[in-house]
């Protein structure tokens, strides 16, 4: 690279390129702090006016733990569905197992807009819309594809060796599962409770379908409050869910370090 | 798109009985997957054939009224160009924004590469809505790219509200996808072979047209249907940036479905989406086999 006479030339399209791929992220800190009544950049003064004002706003609060208990109960469930089919498909190698991999990932092929539309017509019908229960299934439609793919690959790195050395030993099949394979699934369980919970959490298109004035979550209402009005209201929220997406990464990158998680 | 792969025990006996827990084990998954995709979507495919009544009605019938109306009006004919001209376009400046970032991660190591990579990854992990609100900041009439442009004497032009804005927010939205499929394409690009074509005496251009090129054609075709296809069905940076004065496919099936509530209209839009998935993808297949062959 060093004696390469056009990699200066590389280095600076470079940078701007990342500058323009990280600005509108790195832009929402700054304003988030802004003194002003609207939405300006360069902000002409500086307060948390705006972070005040968003604890003080009820409708944010009120989605933001919507959200909350959504995107948990939306992980938890993925879990618990996941895990066991992950098993069946990878270790019990039934019938088929490659179509039910595919057919159980496949709602990832379809663009949200579409699904969200599908997923609101049948809804309507059963009474479903501005729904918890509503919500809780139409996320699952979507998290459960990402927790399926990655758990699988988890299961099938695994050594067989070690189950087989426990049930030779005289295990019980449940047994070998519970204190053999769930531990060692460990790091792909981590990975996919985050995937699954920043999934559930960020998701606006479906849910966009989903939600009505009885029931709406964090993203929703931000999309909204964007569509409606230009004030720097908007980046505090932003700043928080940056904070809060960071952390997650963080505990999966000490789990099992980032790019195995979601580069592979 | 990708599919995983296991590896699975050879030559594994199953028992009779693990038929039984198999079934009880993939029984909840199979039924969140029926009510929440097989249903909605066979149901939304039949959508389409019901005739849509004034006031939000709809009658069961089995017409192709829909699809005949649409494909006559030259209102949806242009929504429909529009759509794949705007969205071509986008995956094009995506590919221009992406290429040199794709090429330099190649290239680096260690440690740096790891940061650099997960700068890539993490706007992925941040909300579009997020992402569109930053770039409303950035664009907006006194904001500070104006100021910039209007610093260095030229007029700025509108950026907000229009396509130009949506082409720009969207690119950036997309780029951290075409970067990672650039990158899974670029495995065949040795640092050898590059050095070879300079110091037989071929000029960087000359290196980069005739050999960097042509060896990353297939990542350039895998990032560019995942970005076509994207850029196609993306709803949230389109509305936002559109401020409702941009009609592409994505505003106008919302709109049909949630503001005027002709269900069978919107279901029609829908299935035309994936039928350009499909050609999508026929013509990416197409194309991947004449790189190859």
Known sequence: MEDNPTSWFMRITVTILFLFLLAPVLLVFPISFSGDQILAFPPSSWSLRWYEALLGNNVMMSAFLTSLGLASVVTVLSLIIAIPASYAIVRLKVTGSEFLFNLFTAPLLLPTIVLGLAILIIFASMGLLATFTGLVIGHLV??????????????????????????????????????????????????????????????????LFLTGPRMTTLPVELFHHVESQADPLVASVSVLLILMTLAVVMIVDRTMGLTKAFVK | MTTATFDMP????????????????????????????????????????????????????????????LLQDSFYIELILNSIMVSLGITFATLLASYPIALYLHRASGAWRTFLTVLVISPLLTSAVVRTYGWIALLAEQGPVANVIAAMGFQPPRMMFNTTGVVIG????????????????????????????????????????????????????????????LAISSFITLKLMGGGRVFLLATEIYDQAIVTLNWPLAATLSMLVLIIFGAALAVYSRVLRMIEG
């Open chain 1, 142 to 207: 979507i998290t459960l594809p990402y927790a399926l793919r990655v758990l699988s690959v988890s299961l099938g790195n695994l050594n067989l060796a070690c189950e087989e050395a426990a049930s030779s030993l005289g295990a019980k099949p449940l047994a070998v599962f519970g204190k053999v394979t769930l531990p060692m699934m460990a790091p792909g369980i981590v990975a996919a409770t985050a995937l699954c919970f920043l999934v559930s959490f960020d998701e606006v298109v479906i849910t």
């Open chain 2, 170 to 229: 969207l690119t950036e939205i997309l780029m951290p996808y075409m970067i990672l499929s650039l990158m899974a394409g670029f495995g065949r690009l040795d640092p050898k072979v590059e050095e070879a074509a300079r110091t037989l005496g071929a000029t960087p251009f000359r290196t980069f047209w005739r050999v960097i090129l042509p060896l990353t054609l297939p990542g350039i075709a895998l990032g560019c249907l995942l970005c076509f296809v």
């Open chain 2, 10 to 69: 050879v030559g594994a006996q199953k028992p009779s009985s693990t038929a039984g827990i198999a079934v009880a084990l993939l029984l909840p998954i199979a039924l969140v997957n029926a009510i929440g995709f097989i249903l909605p979507v066979f149901n939304l495919a039949r959508m389409s054939f019901n005739e849509a009544l004034p006031g939000g009605g709809i009658a069961e019938a089995f017409t192709a009224a829909n699809w005949t109306g």
